[in-house]
């Protein structure tokens, strides 16, 4: 891979129209990008979707916003020390360069979780479960005319990602003025795409495919950026940094969390801490001592009880964070050849320094927070909830316009006019200009979706777009009135 293609910042749309002349700013494309991206309605939202707990009434518990907010704000620190030793030391990029980068890393930070459907993972499961108990009943996922797609199209459905459909919401969904949603340049579309695979070519053996990567739906634009930026197949090399802070950042803000929440304690989480370590605590026990040197740096200030809990948690993720960072910008700087080649298949902070610590505060938050019985209780809700609003509006997308009753045309009209559009409007995005008809006419993604499928599109873009209190406040309504 090559930095000159990789920062591409031809836009989306320009594979199907002549661009416009572009207006004289004082921002970048990628500038432009972040600013899309913060001003969209699928970000506002994210401020009552869950990170860990559902319809949280503690303001000062993250939800998805907040925290992408910090991954946006970490991401762009990290990137901003790689493209200053890309540019000073490796000499392979210029300052501008560098700068694109870092705004890159900045919009994908924010947005990583963008697709993800209400109440976490747990809703994600939820829509994976609909389609499978469908599927039981008999030929529900079963797509005519689909040729050699149709297992792509069914583990579209049954291996259903919240990564997916964030690639699908920035291309498609976000409606303005066209179908090509946010319409981003090519870097920050190719450094957006976390996983590599179809639904179809999924590989376990490979972290970059072991989950889907995008939909059927989105193939075409995928194939168009992958030979835009020179990715191919591989995995963008910002797309590491961003990987790297997500998971950095929610393993460890998520301990913070469960001290707000009370669920564990400081004492507890510390002692935690140690025992998951795997013997490995040289960085562990350096957070610690800075976190109690923070905490009491100032004698006249002398927390007790929880307050001091909460400045312990507090603390430890300061130094958590800047620590696990630190080891994955050298893991970076270690693994960037191969990264660059198309050759690292791994994630970096697992062969990085912080991999123990990382990996401990994993541990104590599957084993210690994220089971703890309210998250679990509202789980459960939350599968309940979401399989019975796709019952629901399945009725209305189901049948062709002229085969609905008035109830089922009432259903479908309540679905967003938005996601309706570009389902009612699919057949009439245009082919990719002729420079692009090599990859056009090489790609599956030109092939005809069958109408079922699309149908259930509609269905999973409409509950994905659901904040945690719209889907409850709109289920109360159409089940209980």
């Given at each position: ?11 989306v749309?320009?594979?199907f ?12 494309e ?12 699928p970000?506002?939202?994210?401020h ?14 993250r ?5 992408s ?18 540019d ?9 360069q ?11 930070g ?17 829509i ?58 090519c ?43 020179g ?23 998520d ?11 400081w ?23 800075r ?12 927390l007790k ?7 312990m ?5 300061v ?9 994955a ?15 690292y ?19 104590v938050g ?116």
């Open positions: 891979m090559e930095w000159e293609k990789l920062l591409s910042d031809k836009r749309s320009a594979f129209v002549e661009p416009e002349p572009r207006e004289k700013n004082n921002r970048t990628f500038e432009r990008d972040y600013d899309r991206a913060i001003f969209s309605t970000v506002r939202r994210m009552d979707k869950a990170q860990v707990f559902p319809l949280e009434p503690n303001d000062s518990v939800t998805r916003l907040t925290h907010l910090e991954v946006s704000t970490v991401a762009r620190d990290m990137a901003r020390v790689i493209g200053s030793w890309l000073k030391d490796k000499k392979e990029i210029d300052e501008k560098a700068k694109a980068i870092e705004s890159i890393a900045a919009t994908c924010l947005i990583h979780d963008l697709g993800n459907p209400p109440f976490g993972h747990a809703g994600e499961e939820a994976a479960e609909w389609f499978k108990e469908k599927n039981k009943q008999g030929d529900f996922l079963v797509f005519s005319n689909a040729g050699n797609r149709k297992k792509q199209l069914r583990n579209d459905f049954l291996k259903f990602e919240g990564n997916a459909q964030t690639l699908r919401l920035v291309s498609k969904l976000q409606i303005l003025s066209d179908l090509y949603g946010l319409n981003f340049t870097a920050t579309m190719s450094a957006a795409c976390k996983y590599m695979a179809s639904s179809d070519t999924i590989d376990k053996n490979y972290h970059e495919k072991k989950k889907v990567g995008y939909f059927a739906s989105e193939e075409l634009i995928i194939d168009l950026v992958r030979n835009e930026t990715t191919g197949e591989s995995k963008n090399p910002i797309t590491f940094i961003v990987e790297a802070v997500d998971d950095i950042v929610f393993s460890v803000v301990l913070e969390d469960g001290v707000k929440k009370g669920v564990v304690d004492k507890m989480l510390e002692k935690l801490l140690r025992d998951y370590s795997e013997g490995n605590n040289e960085i562990l026990e350096a957070c610690f001592e976190a109690e040197k923070l905490v009491a740096k100032d004698p006249l200030v002398k009880g929880k307050s001091r809990d909460e400045a948690a507090q603390a430890f993720r130094w958590a964070i800047g620590e696990s960072v630190y080891a910008i050298e893991t970076f700087k270690e693994k960037y050849e191969d990264i660059m080649n198309g050759d298949h791994n994630e970096l902070f697992e062969d990085s320094k912080a991999r123990s610590l990382i990996k401990a505060c994993k541990e599957v084993n210690h927070v994220y089971c703890v019985e309210q998250v679990v209780k509202k789980e459960v809700m939350a599968r309940r909830v979401i399989h019975d609003l796709m019952d629901i509006f399945w009725k209305g997308a189901s049948k062709k316009q002229d085969e609905r009753t008035r109830f089922e045309k009432g259903i479908y009209n309540l679905m967003s006019e938005n996601y309706r559009t570009v389902f009612e409007r699919i057949t009439d995005l245009p082919a990719p200009l002729p420079k692009y008809s090599d990859v056009y006419n090489k790609s599956r993604g030109n092939e005809k979706l069958p109408e079922n499928y699309c149908c259930m599109q509609l269905v999973t873009d409409y509950i994905c777009g659901m904040t945690d209190t719209f889907a409850c406040t709109l289920h109360r309504q159409l089940t209980n009135g």
